[in-house]
């Protein structure tokens, strides 16, 4: 379900005792939940934010890798000769460097690669690189080195890679392990109680995160002491993999990333060129950084894996799913990476027969990495347009039908509680809102504009890691700084911290300082991915600020001699509840004059202990297809999300938005292409040929609806995640109302018009419904 | 990155014309072509000769006759924007204003949008292609649902432009200075199919540049469109499109030019179609049947037989949106 | 001024070039002089220096004398010569929008336009829209509307958005969503862009 690594190894820390231990959230808030600005707004729009690709070290060098340009080959020969005589160039290295043989792509039987090996299995691989005082020094130099290559047969197809005879990409065939199977119930009995049953295969395509920040690392050695600016989501992990990789202590690796450029799951583990910078700097002795060029980022910094699922349903005309079967068919690359997309079916609707086989096979093709909900707007697509089948088979509306069987146990955890199910409010205040039933019921059209109208449903289902410490520091004049551990990645993560803390102490946020995503200097917080850096840093820094008042008012009980149960921080003062009414600013207290400083740590909780808390969402689309020329447009839009309480609704609405665009991307554009039949190769490894949504391909019609179920038990905060539900039902619900729209069912995605009209044109026929 | 070269600025067009004849050299006019293909490795150049500052090969002018005088150098975005161009000429605005973003538009000049190399991601990626000195078209047997599906034989490119086709239907002249001096031809006769030359587009040759473009004067009771249809919103090529010019009398066409992009190496002129419509007024048969002439004798590749369904859609419409006008 | 020079210098031509590039030093150095633009004593600099031509830009207002490689996109020149790093890379090749910057008020991509066909004209980053620390009307529309995520792409986008509203200073939504059609933004920040737009459109006045 999550392929990133788990960074956090041992135990939790401890947990803040105590009262702010005990928290619970707020009832009533003043900052928290307000549609406000982002903290570093200016930096943003003014140019001024550093981004690692921005950063410019005394004496820096710039590196290029040279990568294997076949689907599959081995390396025979590589000569640098040339390239190492070229003006600029200060290091090359390449597999037979020493301290290059570091393993690489861990599978169950331990490393199943190199950083340069000579067995390259996909396009990309990397084969040497290059330091040189320019960027265009150091690629000059990089197309330079001259490679034999030994070409070897290569297998891009999913299906084909199954086959007995498919070209091997490792040794002992392409599954990748056993299948993994998941079982309640009888499905079989499950079946033969339904008065309907479906089966359908549903496929969708490779995804690339690209980021509008491509990756880049600057790494720059003191002694044995290496400090790395990395373009990531979360510099903990890649401490710690860096570490290993070259063999130093925690303490000798120092990671810091602070603007971020995006990764929507590309940047949470270390990647390749981050240790060759740091080989690079080693050789040359000087830092280095290092770009991935567009083309690059296409290659070898993941994908979401293409899948074709197989989805059986049973209902009874009264609405009851008997059972759900789904088989998987997916692909994580060339080295082991899951392509999992089974969660879906086992948790979002009551059923008591679920059977799910999955399958992962290697291709040679680039490896995948978690991108935004991995495994489900896969599962979403085949699910949700399932759902929308057996409603129209039995007769009721698609809303409707789901709103009557939304478990509120995690079905997968043993039937646990969740902390709180916002989905059916979701359904129905989100239809509402859509004014669903108007649009639902208009006549459909015999023109060559097709409108129609869909819903989808998801949920998100991994709770966190729910660990992170959160250091608040009170200055002297009152004024904060605030230290977290956490990538900001977009989101606004600084900006809802210092919000937290605003709250609770009652600072204004221009007065709060963040130091954050640094690990010299920061706590620790997990990667910014997985929809949970809400819900694993924001306990912790509420926690944090309530230690510190603690602290205050109890200096300040002793300072005015006053029972510390009388004293309340407001406005920046200390202020007694009971006669006489005294109010001391905070800066006029003689001990904190003397200190010059409070520290309050907040450590996250584990838990909630016996309940799950996940964000739920429902999400209604309006398309309007063009039948003369397959054109879908994506018209309206609205998303109603459980998320928990929304700590700020200005960056919540923004990135529900974003979750939106990137479904519309998924549902309508976005595919990998590769040469399967030839060559192997990637044929459109650049943003014009592999499509992205621009400003014409999101509608302006867009509603974000925030449905509080006033969770008091998901954390101190009430808030849940909301990074990965923005994005899970948006394509189904776009292909939902492609169907309302036409009565032709997209069983693949992306629906381009190429597809839509061949399917029209079967429709036509008569094939199609 | 892109490989070295020197760069010259010649200050006349015979200075430039002479620069170029050298062989190495390339044409530098807006550059947005030029650089990608640089960078891609798509073309190799020992230097580039820039032209984008000769004032005398821009803007729009109308002579005395009424026939319009397009520089070159004019930018997508100029003529996107020329109130006389959008009165008169409304596909060729439409087909400048469809051409790739914004910013692009700013940058990118008409005659290049016109010269501009196919966007065949065999010929632009990292295949040693036919076009490119290759053994074969990777087209053939490959990833080809972005294709063409008539005119193509070992060559298999969709000409890219969006402005040709409705320059063709308004139908243009353009002007070509070279080493032999200057010349004035049909843009209709400007582009060359895989089947005469698969190393080449047009009639280029070394040391020619495309001056101008030549459009007659505005007729009454003429309209014209250009509609495309693209995979994505906006920043996209066609998937298809057409180019529209029709002269009518009294409802009844006079006149008619359909001249397609997406589907061809050059684009498009169907006269099959064209001969439908003319002497008839534009209802759903005329249209239905001009739009099947169009794909007539089209031979898809395995992964664009759409492109069939999509022309005969998009012709319809156009032909049907222009009886409403 | 003379660091530059120093840095640049260090950037000679590769070894797979070498014959052509000491056919075209000479070359390189005449056809300059054919321009009329380079006075004589930095053509015998150039001449000295190889492959490096002499280059006026003036940026933000201000002008900048340089040296540069003919390849050297602006981008490039922009963010690693004058260290204007509010100008992103984000594909170096024309299809994203993040290196957008005004050439005489009109938006173009700086990745896509060689450093010396910008001589001659006016060029306008995302810096040359602040009012010394004081943000421009149309980055405070921004920051208002929360017209960003990750914010990689903002720069671009703001300077697209300032380009559009000097050529349509009240633009419908239309020719919003058309005028910011060559700006990504993979966050997909679309719906508060387009309310930014509208709102800078206001505070411009």
Redesign the interface.
Known sequence: MRTDSVNYMGESPPETQGQAGTLTPWEETTVVGKPLPRVDAYERVSGSAVYTQDIVLPGMLYGAILRCPHAHAKVKHVDTGKAAKMPGVHGIITDSTPGANIPWYHGAKGAMSRLFDPHCRHEGEEVAAVAAESPHQAWDAAKAITVEYERLPFVTDIEDAMNSGAPPVHEGGNRDGDSSVYQRGDTAKGFAEADVVLEETYRTSFEIHTPMETHASVAQWDGNRLTVWDSTQGVFAVQSSLAESLGLPLSSVRVACHYMGGGFGSKLDLSKHTVIAALLARMAARPVKVTLTREESFLCVGNRPANIIKLKAGVKKDGTLTALELTNLGSGGAYPASSSVGYLVRDLYLCPNVHVDETNVFINAGTARAMRAPGFPQCAWALEQTMDALAEKIGVDPVEFRVNIIPTVSQVRNNMPFTSTGLKRCLLEGAKAFRWKEARERPRQDGPIRRGVGVAAGMWGWEGETVSTAIVKLFADGSVNLNIGASDIGTGTKTVMAMVVAEELGVPLEKIQIEYADTGTTSYAPGSGGSQTVVANAPAVRKGAVEVRNQLLELAADELKRPVGELVLKDGAIQTTAEPIKKVPISDLQILQRRQMIVGVGYRDRGPEGKVALPFVAQFAEVEVNIRTGETKVVRFLAAHDSGRALNSLTFENQVFGGIAMGIGFATTEQRILDSRQTGKMVNANWHDYKIPTAMDVPVDQTCISIDPHDKECNNTGAKGLGEPATIPAAAAIANAVYHATGVRLKQAPITPMQMLSLLAQQQEGGNR | ???????????SLK?AVKQLSVPGTRL?AG??DL??CL??GVVAA???V?I??LAELRGITRTGNGSVRIGALTTL?EIAEHPYIMEHYAALSEGASSA?????R??GTIGGNISQRP?C??FR???HCLRKGGEAC?AV???N?FHCIVGGQSCFIVHPSDTAPALIALEARVRITGPQGTRTLPLESFFVGPQKDFTRENVLDAGDILTEILLPAPAANHRSSYRK?R??????FA?AGVALSVRFSNGIVQLARIVLSGVAPVPWRVREAEKIVTGKEIDDETASQAAAACVKDAVPLA????KL??V???V??ALLAMKQA | MEKEKIDAAQESSPGITRRGFLQTVGIGTLEIAVVGAVAPAVQAETRQRGNLVPLTLKVNGQRHELHVEPRWTLLYVLREKLELTGTKPGCDRGECGACTVLIDDRPRYSCLTLALEADGHEITTVEGLMHGEQLGPVQEAFVQEDGFQCGFCTPGQVVAAEGLLRHTANPDIGEIRTGMSGNLCRCGAYGHIFKAVQRAAILRK
């Open positions: 990155m892109i490989p070295w070269f020197t760069y010259s600025r010649p200050n200075d530098h550059g947005t650089l990608g960078r891609d020992d230097k580039l820039s984008s500052h975005t790739a973003s914004p910013q692009l700013n940058q966007r991601w065999y990626g990292d295949f990777y047997a490959g990833e649902q249809v995979a994505r919103g906006a920043w996209d998937l992964k664009n037989e759409y369904h999509l005969r859609g998009v319809e419409e």
